[in-house]
């Protein structure tokens, strides 16, 4: 069962995705953001999640990452394509440019971030050497290109806190630590996904160059404008991507 979570830009799978069952929203760890969707989307059967809840209202240091993804491997999905917004910092990620991180730098805060924390849950150390998985990354690439979309297949996502945006000092940092993206999301959903043996990719798409990298402020409008161009390719992906998912 293939699941994709949807970041910034992506709420819903349009009037193509034929509902079959809403699930719940409880779990042992609190509500998710938003109802899981589970039916098919152009035929193929998946699981569908807005990690900020319908119309973009939990910020995400408020996202129950222990539910989501709870509710996700309940529901029996034992793969996941995640969709994040993110700023570009190196030269290669340019705003409108589609990539599929390999590795993830995480600078957040304050989020419950392992199953493995409790009086009664084991001291459990995962390997978390490659976040992602090569094998999912490699379909996602493969679909990519046979749509004409080109996609940069490595890159470093580095992880803010938020719900405000980073300091040109802080991108600056970041840029010192191998970062090339930078977004607000990717942990701790990759590190659950991990503990629960689901496999995880991240598909991003840059909608602005992070702080200081240019010389102007960043423009929300420009943002917004970039998010609702780059989806529509986002989408084009992750069908292609979902087809060879299931064949």
């Known amino acids: 069962m293939l699941a994709i979570i949807g970041g910034s830009g992506l709420y819903s799978l349009g009037e193509d995705f034929e509902l079959q069952e809403q699930l719940s929203r409880e779990t042992p760890y609190g509500d998710t953001s938003a109802d899981i969707l589970q039916g098919r989307w152009h035929g193929i059967e998946l699981v569908f999640l807005p990690r900020h809840g319908p ?9 129950n990452y222990r539910a989501n993804l709870w509710a996700l491997g309940h529901a029996g999905v034992t793969r996941i394509i995640a969709v994040n917004a993110v700023g570009g910092i190196s030269a290669d990620m340019p705003p409108l440019t589609l990539a599929l991180p390999d590795q993830i730098i995480d600078y957040s805060s304050g989020r419950e971030q392992t199953y493995f924390d409790g009086d009664d849950a084991p001291v459990t150390h995962i390997d978390f050497s490659w976040p992602y998985s090569a094998k999912l990354r490699a379909i996602i690439l493969e679909a990519g290109l ?33 970062c090339t993206m930078v977004g607000m999301t990717g942990m701790p959903e990759a590190a659950l996904a991990r503990e629960l043996d689901i496999e995880y990719a991240c598909l991003a798409l840059v909608v602005n160059w992070a702080a200081g990298i240019e010389n102007r402020t960043i423009s929300m409008q ?20 979902a087809r060879k998912i299931v064949q």
Do not use: C, F, W
Not at 151 to 175: F, K, Q
Not at 227 to 239: D, K, N, Y
């Open 55 to 63: 119309g973009h209202k939990v910020p995400p240091h408020r996202i």
């Open 146 to 178: 046979q749509q004409g979309q080109s996609l940069v297949d490595s890159g470093t996502y580095g992880n803010s806190n938020g719900p405000r945006l980073e300091t040109a000092a802080e991108i600056a940092r970041m840029r010192r630590d191998g």
């Open 222 to 241: 420009d943002i917004i404008a970039n998010m609702e161009q780059g989806m529509l390719r986002i989408t084009a992906v992750l069908l292609a991507a």
